[in-house]
């Protein structure tokens, strides 16, 4: 493993020929994004998206030229249409492909992507096998407890009796390892994958069992969203009625290509009253608008604050304003958490109210959400064996 640097990578890379054979990849300056994390390393290659499936031996060749170094573990690469070489910026048009090697099988690559040439309009998203439904919890912004909310959500729809995964996909901040109590790496399974962790009865995957806390990853568009797509299509989910997944905070460009190629079934808004006001509710009903994706509906959260002593609620935020809102904005309005430090404490000592304080007021919150959720599925008409959407 002290083998392991970009400058060993990019030695291996040298004698990997490019695309037409009249160089190699280094030279041709069609390696970027290097990202070593323990043993593993991830790298994308340019290409012109057109030539993917033609360049995929070049790929494999990449990747077995990098996994002959001394000590490395998973290596993970990327055909991709990114900047990196003076092309498009990272959008559904320059969906990468990606696979990485397990010491096992390889499964098959991913289905191509919409907007990839030749994927024309309409084309569909194909479900996970085995996942009934996949919804995004998502926010405008960090910082208003959407993950907290997912996952509380998460295990009030397994505590109200369904099968449930969450996938963290906010990679940029990956807190389901916190949020849940779980440390640990997921092993390979069987064909080809990797098995997801378990915390209080549901399945989760999350960025941060793969690289150490604190390590700094700088992600660009392209490897986000293989990293979501891997975390989604390359884990042996299992039979789960509902994966949950925790978007990254945010409604840029990265956030918008992952509504567009994970298939999903609808999404929920946190927000807390004073965003909403503040339109960054807004931008993430219209992002998911954009892509097609129902919006199930908004949870205002840190709605108001219940003071432990004398039980008075205080609107601290302008609580209110969020059932309005949503009903101005004609999206179901889901419920409301209130600020507590019960949530705060639990949240972040990996003790999640709902599990181990089943019988709080708080539970019974995020219980009602999880119903209200559960049936907003139903009543959009969003149960489908493969959840799908349809791309503009
Ligand atoms: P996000 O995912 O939006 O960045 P987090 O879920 O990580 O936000 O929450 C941010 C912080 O707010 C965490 O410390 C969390 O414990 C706390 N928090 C979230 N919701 C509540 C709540 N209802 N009451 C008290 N603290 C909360």
Redesign the pocket.
């Known amino acids: 493993m002290n083998n392991l640097s970009q400058d060993r990578v990019l030695e291996q890379l040298n004698k990997v020929r490019g695309p037409d054979l009249d160089g190699d990849l280094v030279s041709l300056g069609l390696v970027s994004q290097i990202v070593i994390s323990g043993a593993d390393v991830m790298f994308s290659v340019t290409i012109d998206p057109a030539r993917a499936a033609e360049l995929e031996p070049m790929r494999q060749m990449a990747q077995k030229a990098v996994e002959k170094i001394d000590g490395v573990g998973k290596v993970t690469v990327v055909l991709t249409a990114d900047a990196a070489a003076g092309q498009a910026r990272p959008t559904a048009s320059a969906a990468p492909q990606v696979h990485h090697s397990t010491g096992k099988k390889a499964s098959p690559p991913p289905p191509p992507m919409p907007g990839m040439p030749g994927a024309g309009a309409g084309k569909q998203i194909d479900g996970v096998p085995g996942v009934r439904h996949i919804i995004a919890v998502a926010?405008g912004?960090?910082?208003?407890?959407?993950?907290?909310?997912?996952?509380n959500v998460a295990l009030g729809m397994a505590a109200n009796g369904a099968k449930i995964g969450i996938l963290d996909a906010?990679i940029y901040?990956p807190?389901m390892p916190r949020?849940l109590g779980i440390t640990g790496r997921p092993q390979a399974s069987g064909g080809g994958l990797l098995k997801p962790l378990e915390g209080y009865g549901v399945k989760v995957m999350s960025m941060g069992f793969l690289v150490e806390e604190d390590t700094p990853m700088i992600w660009r568009g392209p490897m986000v969203i293989s990293a979501i797509t891997q975390m989604l299509r390359e884990v042996d989910w299992g039979e789960l009625d509902v994966l949950v997944v925790?978007m990254p905070?945010g409604t840029g460009d990265a956030q918008l290509t992952m509504a567009q190629q994970v298939p999903l079934a609808g999404a929920v808004i946190?927000s807390t009253p004073q965003d909403l006001a503040l339109i960054d509710a807004r931008k993430g009903l219209n992002m998911f608008r954009k892509v097609n994706v129902p919006v199930l509906g908004i949870v205002e959260?840190?709605?108001y604050f219940a003071c432990p002593k004398c039980g008075e609620h205080s609107n601290i935020f302008g609580h209110g304003g969020a059932r309005d809102e949503a009903e101005k904005l004609g999206v179901p309005f889901l419920g409301e958490?209130?600020?507590?430090?019960?949530?705060?404490?639990r949240?972040?000592s990996g003790q999640p109210v709902v599990v181990t304080a089943p019988d709080s007021q708080?539970a019974g919150i995020y219980r009602d959400i999880a119903k209200a959720v559960m049936s907003e599925i139903e009543r959009e008409g969003t149960i489908r064996s493969a959840p799908k959407i349809v791309m503009e």
């Open positions: 926010s912004k960090g910082g208003v407890g959407k993950s907290t909310t997912a996952c906010d901040g807190s949020l925790d905070p946190v959260n840190m709605s958490v209130p600020l507590d430090m019960v949530v705060r404490e949240s972040d708080h």
